[in-house]
Every structure is written in structure tokens, then in C-alpha cells.
């Protein structure tokens, strides 16, 4: 047998399972080797466990290791435990009957699938207390543990499982293991009062009081739960991890005295299996009873539809009858023929699980059985028969009756469209208002007529014959057809009649009109030239004038009083003309014709020689007065003109000699600084002054143009010109009066004297080459060599971005300024601020708000104190401010 018990672990495995049911990760026999602690819980525990057992046999332990060495009680523990007989012991007291006994023991362990491994019998009966606890150790888990199975996992893994399940809703308890897990104590408590809640009062335990928590756990569960004691409070808490062993052997006691709960649990589940199967079978034989009555009534509703022969009178509502019949057969019957089938399967399906879980079988309510479903369903497909077959006769004879009335109908269609507008045409008085000419081709279109008309005879017959057949078919629709034969027949009559009355019409308008023929001739001979030159004289009347000079509206007035002399002539000619109309007239009274037609000659008459006459005689006096109010506009045009150029002439002069007055006093500026500016100012003022000599030009600029005059000849300027000169001139001289004043606080930010700004202002005209009042690049790099500055290409870039930031290739003067002051005066700088408050501060790296109120002025002191940041270096105190970074700030980032 092998010792080499510190090589290797012991896998027991049991019944073959696929897994080891438990791979004990430290061997007991080790485990003792490294902790006398645990053998101890071990013991304790072990000697417990085997007693609750024992007890039931009337008998018990006291030392472990003495009291199974003759193997008796060993036996009876292990047939207490299993409900199984072991064979008969040996009674004698000798070695060799107590090693038969224990071998017994260990052979009926070995039998229920232990592997025993390195546990001998000898070393039993010899008292060694490793192997005995190793032995006792294999029992429980073979007996109290290996049983345990919750989801799959059985044995340790299961038993921890069945903890963390039990002890789940406990917050502060939380079971990973089988030792330091268990340590407080609030784990057996939590598995306490999870099943008996009434035994322990869970919310006063408290997490740091373990020594009161398991004795709680050990004195309950040995009172009401018939748990011994197997493990000691003390032994536990002063252990840095307690025997797992030990932990898994009690808590497994609390497995078994709480399995009977696991039993009722199933017992509930049995019954809801049970019940639910009911309930399933319930829910089917309502869903048959709701399809059954469903389907029937759905069949009760279709049968009286196809059981109706009432048929319709037009092969369109039968078509539509036969469509219905299809949809339903193609979409209506489909589902139900389904819902049947369902129905039936069911039915049987019920049967069926009824008949498995030992149910009576089902029965419909009355009239609801499969059979009655049946006998409804075929009484359905009977009357579906019959319905198609009528369907289809009934289409078949209103067919024949169709085509009957359809030929009836294109032939009166036909003649209908001969006749109509033949009446009209027959009727209409056309012949009255005709020319000769047309007389005459009317008559020979008339004969034509008469001979078409004697060939319809034949059609007007046919079309009576076939509505007499329709009449005794009894087709449905017979007055109607009836009607439409009556009007034809009536209509045919009404045309002979008229076709006598229009030729004799004809014939009589023939004879008149070749008499009036004569006299249109003549009126139309004279009427036309009169016309014309009515119509001349209305358009030279009304022709409208755009003149732009009194010469011109004057020629106008000249050329009507020469048209005026020429109207009494043209009156005695009108008079004539309306003459002969007169005469046709007398001739249209004595016979009687209705002649309201026209001259073919002409398309003149009366009434527009005389409209138009009317109009020239109106028209005359408009013209008289649309002269005169002219001439007045043009008079008064000419005058706006004048008083507009009168003032435009002064002042756009003035404007261009402010404008290059401003140019010069820009580039050659006398004085100081301030001399120059009062000057400029005055300048301003004598500008600005004569603002109102703008405002009343812009007031008849107004006038010009609401009078829509676009030229004026008295002079070359526009509003638009002067507008844009007075805005220049304006901005011209504020612009040159902000340089002054930038200058001056360039002059005085930077200490230059007046000698210098004079002296930059001399060398900047000289180099303004241009007279711009800017230098360009060149020009500025000119004037920088002039005054010493010795600069390579990079350096004068450099300059360049400095008085130049926007690129536009030009220096103002007062960027140049800006610029030699940079070079040559003594700026204010960050350092120098930061040394002048060093001097208030006395010296010191910080300032106090005291000493800046008693230096500076109340509202400069407030500034510096609401913008400084307290100073935290090492030697600050309470109310340090930071003048050094503040003095930063204020020059921004860069410190130019």
C-alpha cells in the first residue's frame, strides 16, 4: 500500500461517475500534519456525528479513536446509517477477530463504490487517530454527503449550493466555502431562520459578535432540530480557518433535518402538475365548443345566400353574382374547409390526452358533435352545387337576350347619328342672311339631301322589327327600348315634313336677294374709303406724345388746328353713304324678308360709320386739352432743372476742394499735436455746417424725380455724385482727426516728444512717395535704412508682421509710430510694475489689501485687490495677494 501521502491527493470515486463527485483538495491526513487545530474540531465534530447515529442503536462514543478498534461499533454505525445488515461480528476479544471486524467494515464501505485509499485495518485496531479520522471522514461523505444534489451538481459542490440558495436573501452572509465562510456564525443562523424563522431572532445578531452568534446556532439546533453540538464556538473563533471538514459534516446535519421541507415542495409541485393538466384540458374543450359553434353558424349564415334563385335582370349584377359565388369558394370556404379539419384534429387530440392522464372522456354540448358538424357541412356543399349550375344557366339566357338588345342598339345608335342635327339644319333660317351666291349652292346642297333621306327608309323598318322581337322575348328591359323605336319613328315623320317647307323657303329668298345684291355693291363702294379715313383721324387723336421740350409740344398743337378745318367736308359724305342704306331697308319692309343679314360686299355698316364719327367728334376736345396741360409740365420740368443744377454747380465744387484741402493739411501738419487737432476740429465744424445746403439739393433731387425727369443739360453733376462726396469728406476728416488722436496717445503712452513726432512725421512725408499719407513696403524699408537700421531679409519680415498685421502691404503712419516708439522709448513692462509693487510691498513677495488701500487711489486699490489671486508661497500668511503673476496679466501674454 502506498505511504506517499504528501505526493498525492485522494480521489474517491463513486458508481462511475463521469466526474469525481468530490476532489478534496487537501488530504485529511496532510491537513492534521500542518494543524492540531483541526484534528481537534475533527475529532469533536467526527464523535458527534457518529453519536447522533449510534443514539438510534441505544448507544454511543467516547474517544474515537479507542472505541472502533475492536470494529464493533464501527459495523453498527455503518448499519444504523445504511438500513442495511453487515455479516454476523466476531465476538472474540482477540487481535485477530477485532481486524476481521474492521474489515468487514471497511469491506462494506468498499462495496457501496468507496476506493478506501491507504486506510488499513491494522492501523484502526491499533488506535492510530489519523487513519481512524480519515475513515470516519470517508463514511460521511460517502453517507451524509455524497447524496446531495441540487441542479446537476451533487455533493460538496451541491451542498454549497444548497447554502448560498438557502442563505441568499441575507445580506451579510455570503457562503463561498466550508471554512472562513462560516466564522461569524450568521451563516448557520441565516440556514436557522431561513426554515424555522420562529427559533431566532435574525435582525439582533450583529456581524462582530461571532462567539454569540454560533453558540445561538449550536444551543438552537441542538434543542429544537436534534442537532448535536459537533463543534466548539471557541475552537472556531480562534482558529485563522476552521476545519472544512469539520464545517461540511455539521452543516450537512442542517441538509438532512431540512430535507423533509424539500419533500413538501415536491408534493406541491405533483399537485400543480396535476392541476394544470386539468386546466389545459379545460381551455381545449372550451377553444372545440367556440370553434364548433363558430363554424355552424358561419354554415347557417351560407346556406340561405346559396339557396337564393331569385335572378337579376342584367348580365352585369350576374357576372358580379358569379364573381361573389368565386371569391367565396377561393377565399371564404378555404378557411373554414381548415377550421373543420382543426376542429376534428382537435377533438381527437383531446381524446387522446384525456385518455393518457386517466380523464373520462370529452362530450360536446348538444348539437356540437363532430357528427353534427359533418351533416352541416354536407346540407352546405349541396346547396353550393345547385347554386353554380343556376348561376351559370341563368347567364347563359341573358346572353342570347344581349346580344339581341346590343344589335338593336347599334343600329338605332347609327341612325341616330345620321338624324342628328338634321332638324336643326332643316330649321335653321340660314337662307335670310345669305349672300346670292349662296342662295344659289344652298338649293343644290337641298336636292342632295332629298335623295340621302329615301335611302334611310330602309334602316328606320329594320330597327321597328327587331324591338317587336325583344318585346315578345320579354327582355327586361323592353319600355325602354320601346321608347327609343317611338322617337326614331316619330323623328323620321318630322323630317319629311320639314324637308318640303325649307325648299320652297329657298326658292322664294332666291328672287329678293338678287334685287338688294345691286345696292350693297354700292354702299360698299363708298363706305370703305370714308372708313379708312375715320379710322386715321381716331389714331392720330389719341396717339399719345413723350416730348421733352416746349419746341416740340408746340409743332404738335400746329398739326391739330390744320386737322380741324378738314371736318364739315367729311360730314356731307356720310351723309350720302347712309342714304343708300336706307333704300335697302324700304325694300327688307315691303316684302317682308327677314333680312338681318350683312353686305357681302362689306363689313361696314351704318351704325359703326356713325359710333366712329361720334368718337372723332369727342376725341377732338380731349386732344385740345391734353396739349395744354403738357406745355404747362414741360414748363415747369425746366425750371426744376435750373434751380436742381443752380446749387449742384456750387457745391460739388466745394466738396472736391474740402475734399483735397483735407488731403493736404493730412500730409503737411504744423504745430503740436494739439494745435493740429483744435485745427482739424474748426475744419470739421465749418464742414459739418453745411450739411443744410445738402438737405435742400436731396429736396429737389426729390422733386426731379417724382417729376420723372432722367437728363439734365445745365449740368454735370448727380445726386449720387454729391452723396458720395459728402459721405467721403465726412469720413476723410473724422478718420484723419482719430490718427491726430491716436498720435497723441501713442506720443504720451510712449514719452515721445513733439520735437520727435515732428521729426517721424518729416521722415514719414518724405518717404510717403506717393502722397498718400501711406508708405508702401519699399518706401518703408527705404526709410528704415535712412535712419540707421542695418536688416536682413528675415529681420524686415519680422518688422514688416509687426506694422503691417492685416497684410495689406501699405504702413500708416501711425503704425509707424507705433513702431519707432517701440524702438526707442521706455515702456512700462511687466518687470517694472512687478518691481513697483515689490517697493509698496516693502519688499516682501506678496502685497496685503491694507498696504494697497494706503498706497493707491480707493478705485485703483479695489481693482488690483478684486482681480489679485491670494499668493500661497512658503512664507504667505492670511490675506496675501499675488502681485507678480497679476502684474503678468495685465501685459496679456506676450510682453511686447
Not at 97 to 119: E, P, R, Y
Not at 311 to 335: C, G, I, N
Not at 663 to 671: A, D, N, P, V, Y
Amino acid at each position: 500500500m502506498d505511504h506517499h501521502h504528501q505526493h498525492h491527493h485522494h480521489h474517491q470515486h463513486y458508481d462511475g461517475d463521469e466526474n469525481d463527485y468530490m476532489q478534496q483538495e487537501d488530504d485529511w491526513d496532510r491537513d492534521m500534519l500542518l494543524d492540531p487545530a483541526w484534528e481537534k474540531q475533527q475529532r469533536k465534530t467526527f464523535t458527534a456525528w457518529c453519536n447522533s447515529h449510534l443514539r438510534k442503536a441505544g448507544t454511543q462514543i467516547e474517544n474515537i479513536e479507542e472505541d472502533f478498534r475492536d470494529g464493533l461499533k464501527l459495523m453498527l454505525l455503518l448499519e444504523v446509517i445504511s438500513g442495511e445488515r453487515l455479516a454476523k461480528p466476531e465476538r472474540g476479544k482477540m487481535r485477530v477477530h477485532k481486524i476481521s471486524n474492521v474489515n468487514k467494515a471497511l469491506n462494506f464501505i468498499t462495496s457501496k463504490g468507496v476506493k478506501l485509499v491507504s486506510i488499513g485495518a491494522e492501523e484502526i485496531v491499533d488506535g492510530n487517530a489519523k487513519m481512524t479520522l480519515g475513515m470516519i471522514w470517508t463514511i460521511i461523505l460517502r453517507f451524509a454527503i455524497q447524496d446531495i444534489s441540487v441542479e446537476e451538481t451533487s455533493a460538496k459542490e451541491g451542498l454549497l449550493l444548497w447554502c448560498q440558495r438557502k442563505t441568499a436573501p441575507y445580506k451579510n452572509v455570503n457562503i463561498q466555502n466550508f471554512h472562513i465562510s462560516w466564522k461569524d456564525g450568521l451563516g448557520f443562523c441565516a440556514l436557522i431562520h431561513r426554515h424555522r424563522p420562529e427559533l431566532i431572532d435574525y435582525a439582533k445578531l450583529r456581524k462582530d459578535d461571532p462567539m454569540t452568534n454560533l453558540n445561538t446556532a449550536f444551543d438552537v439546533a441542538e434543542k429544537y432540530l436534534d442537532i448535536p453540538k459537533m463543534l466548539d464556538a471557541e475552537d472556531i473563533v480562534g482558529t485563522a480557518r476552521p476545519d472544512e471538514k469539520a464545517i461540511m459534516t455539521y452543516v450537512s446535519s442542517f441538509y438532512h433535518a431540512f430535507s423533509g421541507a424539500q419533500k413538501a415542495e415536491t408534493a406541491a409541485n405533483r399537485i400543480c402538475k396535476v392541476l394544470a393538466v386539468n386546466q389545459e384540458n379545460e381551455q381545449l374543450m372550451e377553444d372545440y365548443e367556440k370553434l364548433a359553434s363558430d363554424l355552424l353558424e358561419w354554415i347557417r349564415r351560407t346556406i340561405p345566400w346559396l339557396e337564393n334563385r331569385v335572378p337579376e335582370s342584367t348580365m352585369q349584377a350576374m357576372q358580379q353574382k358569379l364573381e361573389d359565388f368565386r371569391d367565396y369558394r377561393r377565399q371564404h370556404k378555404p378557411p373554414k374547409v381548415q377550421e373543420k379539419c382543426q376542429l376534428e384534429i382537435n377533438f381527437n387530440t383531446l381524446q387522446t390526452k384525456l385518455r393518457l392522464s386517466n380523464r373520462p372522456a370529452f362530450m360536446p354540448s348538444e348539437g356540437k358533435m363532430v357528427s353534427d358538424i359533418s351533416n352541416a357541412w354536407g346540407a352546405l356543399e349541396g346547396a353550393e352545387k345547385g347554386y353554380e349550375e343556376w348561376l351559370l344557366n341563368e347567364i347563359r339566357r341573358l346572353e342570347r337576350l344581349d346580344h339581341l338588345a346590343e344589335k338593336f342598339r347599334q343600329k338605332a345608335a347609327i341612325h341616330e347619328a345620321w338624324t342628328e342635327g338634321k332638324e336643326a339644319m332643316l330649321t335653321q333660317k340660314d337662307y335670310e342672311t345669305v349672300t346670292l351666291s349662296e342662295i344659289k349652292a344652298l338649293l343644290k346642297k337641298h336636292e342632295a339631301f332629298e335623295s340621302d333621306l329615301a335611302a334611310h327608309q330602309d334602316r328606320v323598318e329594320q330597327i321597328a322589327a327587331i324591338a317587336q322581337e325583344l318585346n315578345e322575348l320579354e327582355y327586361y328591359d323592353s319600355p325602354s327600348v320601346n321608347a327609343r323605336c317611338q322617337k326614331i319613328c316619330d323623328q323620321w315623320d318630322a323630317l319629311g315634313a320639314l324637308t318640303q317647307k325649307r325648299s320652297e323657303a329657298l326658292q322664294r329668298t332666291e328672287k329678293l336677294l338678287e334685287t338688294i345684291d345691286q345696292l350693297y355693291l354700292e354702299f360698299a363702294k363708298r363706305a370703305a374709303p370714308f372708313n379708312n379715313w375715320m379710322e386715321g383721324a381716331m389714331e392720330d387723336l389719341q396717339d399719345t406724345f413723350i416730348v421733352h421740350t416746349i419746341e416740340e409740344i408746340q409743332g404738335l398743337s400746329t398739326a391739330h388746328e390744320q386737322f380741324k378745318a378738314t371736318l364739315p367736308e367729311a360730314d356731307k359724305e356720310r351723309q350720302a353713304i347712309l342714304g343708300i342704306h336706307n333704300e335697302i331697308a324700304k325694300i327688307v319692309q315691303t316684302y317682308h324678308v327677314n333680312m338681318a343679314g350683312t353686305n357681302p360686299y362689306t363689313t361696314i355698316n351704318p351704325t359703326e360709320i356713325n359710333a366712329k364719327w361720334d368718337k372723332v367728334r369727342q376725341l377732338v376736345p380731349q386732344r385740345d386739352q391734353a396739349l395744354i396741360e403738357e406745355h404747362a409740365r414741360q414748363q415747369n420740368n425746366e425750371r426744376l432743372r435750373r434751380q436742381f443744377a443752380n446749387q449742384a454747380n456750387v457745391i460739388g465744387p466745394w466738396i472736391q476742394t474740402k475734399m483735397e484741402e483735407i488731403g493736404r493739411i493730412s500730409i503737411e501738419l504744423h504745430g503740436t499735436l494739439e494745435d493740429q487737432l483744435t485745427n482739424l476740429r474748426q475744419y470739421e465744424k465749418s464742414i459739418v455746417n453745411y450739411k443744410p445746403k445738402i438737405d435742400q439739393l436731396e429736396g429737389d433731387h426729390q422733386q426731379i424725380q417724382e417729376a420723372l425727369i432722367f437728363d439734365n443739360k445745365h449740368t454735370n453733376y448727380t445726386m449720387e455724385h454729391i452723396r458720395v462726396g459728402w459721405e467721403q469728406l465726412l469720413t476723410t476728416i473724422a478718420r484723419t482727426i482719430n490718427e491726430i488722436e491716436n498720435q497723441i496717445l501713442t506720443r504720451d503712452a510712449k514719452g515721445i516728444s513733439q520735437e520727435q513726432l515732428s521729426e517721424f512725421r518729416a521722415s514719414f512725408n518724405h518717404f510717403d512717395r506717393k502722397r498718400t499719407g501711406l508708405m508702401d513696403g519699399e518706401d518703408f524699408r527705404t526709410c528704415l535704412i535712412s535712419m540707421g537700421y542695418n536688416m536682413g531679409e528675415a529681420e524686415f519680415a519680422r518688422i514688416m508682421s509687426i506694422v503691417d498685421p492685416n497684410r495689406l502691404g501699405v504702413v500708416t503712419f501711425q503704425a509707424f509710430i507705433d513702431f519707432m516708439s517701440r524702438e526707442t522709448a521706455d515702456t512700462d513692462t511687466a518687470d517694472q510694475v512687478m518691481a513697483s509693487f515689490k517697493v509698496l510691498a516693502g519688499d516682501k513677495n506678496y502685497i496685503l489689501a491694507d498696504e494697497l488701500r494706503r498706497e493707491l487711489p480707493p478705485d485703483q486699490a479695489d481693482y488690483c485687490i478684486s482681480r489679485m489671486a491670494p499668493y500661497t508661497g512658503p512664507d504667505a500668511v492670511p490675506g496675501a495677494l499675488d502681485y507678480m503673476s497679476f502684474s503678468t496679466a495685465l501685459y496679456g501674454e506676450s510682453d511686447l
